[in-house]
């Protein structure tokens, strides 16, 4: 039975050991820089085994799963690369890929494939973890230029395994790609939350006439900020080039609005319309 460690066991990390534990062979070891949580997900049914150190929850894992921070992942690297066993497979889930592949081209060239599951919650932490959240979900993978094919057709298996349906493209297209639909809705969703908190210093009754429109577009605003602000730094100039274009169209759309122009607005409304 392979030997699957999962370094944070968060909303994802959770998730995924669970889904391991229900739909798969292996058996997961848990580790979590946060006293108690890699206990607790035993507990949850997340993990077979709370490891006391990532060295320990390492050593001797098939498949290592880096399920924290793009900051701590890139920490994380370099004694991934003294601890790894020969011939595993190791990923990570991070929302940007660039700065973990470059670091990663540096010390595991052949055996780490960043990766990023397009699934999740507001929430966050092992409490929201659920099993099912990777069935029918994009598991994008971005193979360095080094990887190990085999290394990279074993997490495209594990990734299935789990539900999901693994998509192959570079680490560039991928945060350019991520910017426009994960990235840029986030700030965009904090934007407006802070704006509307603003008004209704002035108006209490604006959020008792906030309906299904609103707390659909700002549902995400509920997400970690600090977690948020990492991503978006280190995926900065995919995500300014986005909100910069964003900017340009609700400038055009304020234009309409001074002109009165009905036809303008319906055509910049139906450009964007979901069908």
Known sequence: ???????????????????????GPGRVVAFDSQPGVAERAVARGAADEAAGSFEKAVSGAGLVVLAVPPAQILALLPALAKHLAPGAVATDVGSVKMPIAEAARECLPRNFVPSHPMAGKETHGLSSADGDLFVGATWAITP???????????????????GAKPLRLTPERHDAIVAVT???????AYALHALARTRAEAEPELFSLA????????????????LWTQICLANRESVR????????????????LERADAEALEALFTAGRRI
């Open 1 to 23: 039975m392979t030997r699957i460690a999962i370094i944070g066991v968060g909303l994802i990390g959770g998730s995924v050991g669970l889904a391991v534990r229900s739909r």
């Open 144 to 162: 360095l230029e080094t990887s190990d094919p085999a290394v990279v057709s074993a997490l495209e298996d594990f990734v299935t395994g789990l």
């Open 182 to 188: 994960s990235h840029a809705p986030h700030a965009l």
């Open 211 to 226: 309906a299904g429109g609103f707390h659909s577009t700002t549902r995400v605003a509920a997400s970690d900020p600090a």
């Open 241 to 256: 080039d986005v909100l910069q274009d964003l900017i340009g169209r609700l400038e055009t759309t304020c234009d309409a």
